[in-house]
């Protein structure tokens, strides 16, 4: 039966594919335009490239995929190249900003993938999803996250990004790697300050994923804690782990001896049997009644004297 599904879904997949992949009549008949606007994207031409799109003819063409490999929109074009200036031209003239290539990628996650922060700005200030595409397996946070770019990860929360969000995987799977968020990526690829941003935007301190229905079907899910002792990751992570609220009483603890590991359990150790302050614990129950969306700009409208708000921030 599970084969069955998993065979079921992928001729699925491969029929949507081929269905994207197919030209549309309007490319069919002619495709000078599309490479005319490619190329001057391509060459980094705004002012040609406005020249083109002032006509008629050429800006029909504006969502057009065309091109060689995997096909894709001018906008795409300008967000993988980084060519910012092309960018804002393409959407002052009414560029699909969330236009999908074969791959269910956006425009906003080529740019993310290809590192460039001023082509991600532009895209989230023209209303891109932060959250990329429901088609693709992978997010531009999860991408962000995994590469170590703290700056684009934080204009991404800012505008709302899903801070737990989770590779997608078909429902009949069963493996852990359904719960290996934004969190579990940036311990595990050492970027700590990624690790410590995720958090002030409310990721979960534990598990990283808090659908019920997936860690029902996994056997034994590892925290995020366990996962940081299990990587050697260090004391720092450990310790804003513990600061922002996870349950320190682990399962099984597995210790290995090296010197990173150790240090790092005998701070989970130390704070097993020292409670935490008052205002340590009326710091993490405050900010779990302020919302999950984009948490770090709710505390900044708080009622409350600023070094209250840098503390709720962790910045004090």
């Not at 495709?31 to 005319?36: K, Q, V």
């Not at 409310?202 to 366990?226: F, H, S, W």
Request: charged letters at 25%; aromatic letters at 6%; hydrophobic letters at 40%.
């Amino acid at each position: 039966m599970v084969l069955q599904k998993a065979i079921n879904m992928s001729l699925m997949d491969i029929s949507k594919m081929f269905s994207m992949l197919q030209p549309r009549e309007e490319e069919d008949a002619d495709n000078g335009e599309c490479r005319e606007l490619n190329e001057a994207v391509s060459n980094d031409d705004e002012m040609l490239l406005s020249e083109l799109l002032a006509q008629d003819r050429y800006r029909k063409f504006i969502n057009s995929r065309s091109g060689w490999g995997i096909p894709g929109t001018p906008l795409k074009t300008a967000a993988s190249r980084g060519h910012v200036r092309c960018l804002e031209v393409l959407l002052s003239h009414g560029a699909e900003v969330d236009s999908l290539d074969v791959k269910a990628q956006t425009p906003l996650f080529t740019a993310v993938s290809g590192k460039h922060i001023d082509c991600v700005s532009a895209l989230l200030k023209a209303g891109a999803d932060p959250n990329g595409s429901v088609y693709n397996n992978c997010s531009p946070v999860l991408m962000a996250a995994r590469e170590g770019d703290v700056d684009i990860l934080r204009e991404l929360l800012q505008y709302g990004a899903e801070v737990n969000v989770r590779p997608k995987v078909p429902e009949w799977a069963s493996n852990a790697s359904g719960c290996t968020g934004p969190l579990y990526l940036s311990a595990v690829y050492g970027h700590l300050d990624c690790f410590k941003l995720l958090l002030l935007y409310g990721a979960d301190p534990n598990y990283n994923c808090r659908e019920e229905k997936m860690l029902a079907r996994i056997k034994q899910p590892k925290t995020v804690l366990e996962m940081c002792l299990r990587y050697g990751c260090g004391v720092e992570y450990i310790q804003l782990l513990i600061d922002f609220g996870a349950n320190v009483y682990l399962p099984t603890l597995i210790i290995e001896k090296t010197t990173k590991q150790n240090e790092a359990v005998v701070q989970l150790l130390k704070e097993r049997v020292c409670p935490k302050t008052l205002m340590s614990q009326a710091r993490l129950a405050i900010r779990s009644y302020v919302p999950m969306a984009n948490k770090m700009r709710s505390i900044d409208c708080l009622d409350l004297a600023p070094v209250l708000r840098n503390y709720l921030k962790h910045t004090t």
